[in-house]
């Protein structure tokens, strides 16, 4: 539905309420008559008297209506109206309000499909004649012979619906009807927002099952009560890809975000379903409160009531970036730039660790020399630069990992070290990189080492091999290599790669493992603790199927445990909507304009993960 910005927030109150029109009249049924409106008005030869059929015989108890097919006569009031192709295409009756049965088992409310249909009245009572249809697991009245427009201003009657609710099936009741719902006011998922105009809703903001349980059998059935705590919140239309986005109201715009664990309230619409999922197409406008803010920094190095600190000198920050692809040349890529610089601008790290950079080497046309480049434009000097760990591609794949560093703040102190043997050739893990830094104002040492394990996902590949496949303990695909690749990786460390062994180490990088799983646990029983999981107030970096939870993470020695004193999931990207990416794919030129800033915000797909290190506090 394309709106105007003149008029936005008018319109918005005219789509969703149908409270555009005060004329009594309304266009007539098939037969193209009209009707004289208020009561006993009549077209295509039916009467506000006419006889009727209980709406509840027509929507059964069953899978599909027990009169499909049949053509009949109903009645009702029209609680919900969205007229129109761009919406879908007709509205809702119920039964009246002396009608209403409270302990129906059966719905008492309908779907009058009826593209021909231009106004209507909420609150109005209809007589519809049509043929009974089963739409997408939805009940309702189709190919309409004739509509009679009969009282108007009946009374709404609203069912309130409490979420957790026992069951999914407890919904059926309630397909068609005007409802309220309490208990799901948390957006815990937006990825269908842009094309499909919608938000999942739920009672809390739901973790990914291995992010807060152990693998195994538990996990396996963790989130199945999500499905008892959670609802779509629909546009009320059925456009794909609309001009404008309806949430948060007035529009999504760029500096007008929905982010997750945002709250919504006011939910009153009507339940219907599609592709087998309830959800709500609201009637009224509901209300979105922002209560997850943009963090304009990470939460590491704050003074309270002070905005912007003075950097302790004494500070040692180390951040973790995957790059969701910096390649330079492509076609978002002037886009992209400046959106990397702000989050490297934000995060303000010593050392900065790299995933899904290009694999071509460390020459003039390569990219991480165009990254160091940029960074260092929008700075005085030349601050910054990269571990150069082979002049040529590291390992097999188009992808691979890097480490870029402020050489004013620290210096290399060890050989450049890449475990690219086995496999870490990047066919399956990306190599390993590791250096060892001086802290230039402390002394103190610390070696960082990046890494990017295998990836979760399944193709046909993975049947055939042990280590690939899906083991059903809730760590996806590839769990076994990821645990291999995480044994691997602590092997190579104990042979002190870098020739330091003194400096404590810092492990950081996507892991592809969520907190609980095997490549946490096996590292954290190696000596090491989860800043993050530790330190951080709800960490999270992405956002999968609707929950929250981390594959990337920083994992420190615990020999300098107390010396790490913050450690944050910097929530720029996962929390924001996708449509606020760099990308111009699938976009029109208006969602280029108006959903694009030169900002960090979606400036990477995931949350970077950044610690800061007290040096002062080391012995």
Excluded at 126 to 152: D, H, L, M, P, Y
Excluded at 289 to 299: I, L, M, S
Excluded at 377 to 388: I, K, L, N, Q, S
Aim: aromatic share 8%; with cysteine; proline share 5%.
């Amino acid at each position: 539905m394309a709106l105007k910005y003149g008029s936005l927030a008018a319109l918005l109150v005219v789509l969703l309420t149908g409270c555009g029109s005060s004329d009594d009249v309304f266009g007539g049924g098939g037969d193209g008559g009209g009707d004289t409106g208020g009561d006993g008005g009549s077209t295509g030869n039916l009467s506000c008297s006419a006889a009727t059929l209980p709406i509840t015989s027509i929507q059964g108890t069953g899978a599909s209506s027990p009169k499909l097919g049949e053509t009949v006569t109903v009645s009702g009031v029209v609680h919900a109206e969205f007229l129109g192709a761009k919406r879908l295409n007709g509205f809702y009756i119920q039964a009246n309000k002396a009608n209403f049965d409270n302990a129906a088992t059966a719905s008492q409310g309908l779907f009058i499909h009826h593209p021909a249909q231009t106004t209507i009245r909420i609150g109005q009572e209809v007589v519809v004649r049509g043929v009974v249809q089963e739409s997408n697991g939805n009940t309702q009245i189709g190919a309409v012979e004739a509509i009679a427009a009969c009282k108007t201003g009946n009374t709404i009657v609203y069912s309130d619906i409490k979420f957790p609710i026992d069951s999914i099936a407890s919904l059926d009741r309630y397909e068609g009807m005007a409802v309220r719902l309490a208990g799901v006011e948390y957006v815990t998922d937006h990825e269908n927002l842009a094309e499909e105009g919608e938000l999942l809703l739920a009672t809390e903001v739901l973790s990914y099952p291995t992010e807060v349980m152990a693998p195994g059998s538990a996990a396996n059935t963790y989130a199945e009560r999500y499905k008892l705590m959670s609802l779509v919140l629909d546009d009320g239309s059925f456009v794909e890809n609309p001009e404008s986005v309806i949430y948060p109201a007035p529009e999504l715009l760029s500096y007008n975000p929905v982010r997750i664990g945002d709250r919504v309230l006011g939910l009153q619409g009507v339940l219907a379903k599609k592709d087998g999922v309830y959800r709500l197409h609201p009637s009224e406008v509901p209300t979105f409160v922002p209560t997850n803010h943009r963090p304009a920094k990470p939460k590491v190095g704050e003074v309270e009531g002070v905005d912007e600190p003075p950097r302790d000198a004494n500070e040692f920050r180390v951040a973790t970036i995957n790059l969701w692809q910096y390649i330079p040349g492509t076609h978002s890529f002037s886009r992209q730039r400046p959106k990397i610089q702000a989050l490297f601008s934000g995060l303000d790290a010593d050392v900065y660790v790299l995933q899904e950079l290009p694999n071509n080497g460390t020459g003039p046309a390569s990219g991480i020399v165009d990254l160091v480049n940029m960074l260092n434009e929008a700075e005085e000097g030349t601050p910054y630069a990269f571990v150069e760990f082979a002049a040529g591609p590291l390992g097999n794949d188009d992808e691979t990992n890097g480490i870029v560093y402020r050489q004013d703040r620290v210096s290399q102190a060890g050989v450049a070290a890449a475990l690219t043997s086995g496999h870490f050739n990047g066919d399956l893990n990306q190599p390993a990189v590791a250096q060892t830094f001086t802290h230039i104002v402390s002394g103190k040492g610390f070696t960082v080492v990046g890494n990017q394990f295998a990836e979760r996902d399944c193709d046909d590949d993975n049947n055939a091999s042990e280590l690939l496949k899906n083991h059903g303990d809730g760590q996806a695909c590839a769990s076994l290599a990821r645990r291999e690749a995480t044994q691997t990786l602590l092997n190579w460390l104990a042979t002190n790669p870098t020739g330091n062994s003194a400096a404590p180490v810092v492990i950081a990088g996507d892991f592809n493992a969520y907190t609980l799983e095997d490549p946490a646990r096996l590292i954290k029983a190696a000596g090491y603790f989860n800043a993050a999981e530790t330190l951080a107030v709800k960490p999270y970096t992405t956002v999968e199927e609707g929950m929250v939870g981390s594959l990337d993470h920083i994992f420190v020695a615990s020999s300098i445990r107390n010396a790490v004193v913050a450690a944050d999931t910097w929530k720029v990207n996962a929390d924001e909507p996708e449509a606020f990416n760099y990308e111009i794919n699938g976009k029109t030129y208006r969602h280029q304009n108006v959903w694009y800033q030169e900002d960090m915000y979606r400036s990477v797909e995931r949350n970077p993960v950044v610690i800061a290190v007290d040096t002062g506090l080391i012995n």
